[in-house]
């Protein structure tokens, strides 16, 4: 996906962004695309219909609703939240853009929970803003939350993502309480996965506690608008203030604002997906764990989503690519995450097709 820059134009540019490297999904067209976390099984035909339906009705000579009024107040509501502790982005990535325009930038830091979404480190490059690191253990990727405490004292930004990608794994509320009380700036708790975690794992009931706590959603995942990019925020009145100071001002279009209502509107519906994405994650996760004496190992997930480390993961992300048309993620030469591929749990059929080619691929000679 990455294009060459001229040396010309690159001299014309900001250093920070000269020096990224842009984020790619490596995405190719695939029978089985189990890459990017999506949910594959679709959005429910009663919220389908509803979705189209507000679609038709959508007109777009005028400009959208900057703050998405209406959506945000049924946000809210879902929530137990007022309108003003809510803001909708462009999808996630353009919240999380906002939070380090709003929060990031020279001699201001960012304590950072590696391996996890990469886009943190990119955002905070990008505005210049120090990364502290505070690493997870390298064999279970535990997060060694005093050490977390300890660098949030001096940051502006702390994100921890729960459940985390690629792990897999939840932070604690009580962790959260901690972090919240420590921190001078915004701690952000990015739950893009959590409709797939078991009850009471969100740290959204801390809102009402803290100033300083954000909490990041989208509809991306469990809800099956991947593209239509609406994430939204819960937050004080403080923050969101903050954010609306700085985002674009019509950067989520009146379609996506339609698409979004109805299957808010409509969330009930998609419980017995969720449901069945949680079983079907379990059974993925015993078929490959049947895999062990090959040298596969998976870690446990609370999302939709499970982290593998296989012998020769490249490979056997290539072949499985070329030669059964499934695509997974290959996080292989990622640092703390060699040998890893991670896959998202798909329908029954997909989740066989995976078992069968891995069984196949893992272990075989070459
Ligand atoms: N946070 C995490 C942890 C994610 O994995 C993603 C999607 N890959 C996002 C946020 C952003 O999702 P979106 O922009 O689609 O709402």
């Not at 010309?8 to 695939?30: G, N, Q, W």
Request: aromatic residues 6%; proline residues 6%.
């Amino acid at each position: 996906m990455s294009q060459a820059i001229s040396d010309s134009i690159r001299a014309a540019m900001r250093p920070s962004a000269a020096a990224l490297e842009p984020y790619d999904p490596a995405f190719t067209p695939s029978r089985i695309n189990l890459s990017a976390n999506e949910n594959t099984y679709g959005m429910p035909d009663d919220v389908r219909a509803k979705v189209n339906e507000a679609l038709c009705a959508v007109s777009a000579n005028r400009y959208p609703q900057p703050l998405s009024d209406e959506l945000r107040a049924e946000l809210a509501a879902w929530h137990g939240v007022a309108p003003s502790q809510v803001i909708v982005g462009n999808g996630g990535d353009e919240l999380l853009f906002n939070l380090f325009l709003a929060f990031g930038g020279q001699g201001h830091v960012l304590a950072n929970v590696p391996p996890t979404f990469t886009v943190y480190r990119l955002y905070a490059e990008l505005v210049e803003t120090q990364v502290v690191d505070v690493p997870r253990d390298s064999d279970t990727f535990a997060i060694d939350v005093d050490a977390l405490v300890e660098a949030a004292r001096t940051a502006s930004l702390v994100i921890v993502t729960s459940p985390n990608n690629p792990t897999g794994d939840l932070f604690s509320v009580e962790d959260a309480r901690r972090l919240c009380q420590a921190c001078p700036g915004v701690v952000l708790l990015d739950e893009a996965y959590m409709e797939f975690a078991h009850e009471g794992s969100s740290a959204a009931p801390l809102l009402g506690e803290f100033e300083n706590l954000a909490v990041l959603h989208t509809l991306s995942k469990a809800f099956c608008l991947a593209g239509a990019r609406i994430g939204y925020l819960l937050c004080s009145p403080s923050i969101s203030g903050a954010l609306a100071a700085v985002r674009q001002p019509y950067s989520v279009n009146v379609y996506s604002q339609a698409a979004a209502l109805a299957a808010v509107r409509g969330r009930a519906s998609f419980e017995p997906t969720i449901q069945k994405i949680r079983e079907e994650r379990e059974r993925l996760a015993q078929g490959l764990g049947q895999l062990a004496s090959r040298g596969v190992r998976v870690w446990p997930s609370e999302a939709n989503f499970l982290l593998v480390r296989v012998p020769d993961a490249a490979r056997v992300r290539r072949r499985l690519r070329d030669e059964f048309s499934i695509l997974v993620r290959d996080f292989s030469s990622a640092p703390g995450l060699e040998g890893c591929l991670r896959i998202t749990v798909g329908t029954p059929e997909e989740n066989d097709a995976v078992l069968d080619a891995l069984s196949t691929l893992v272990g075989e000679e070459r």
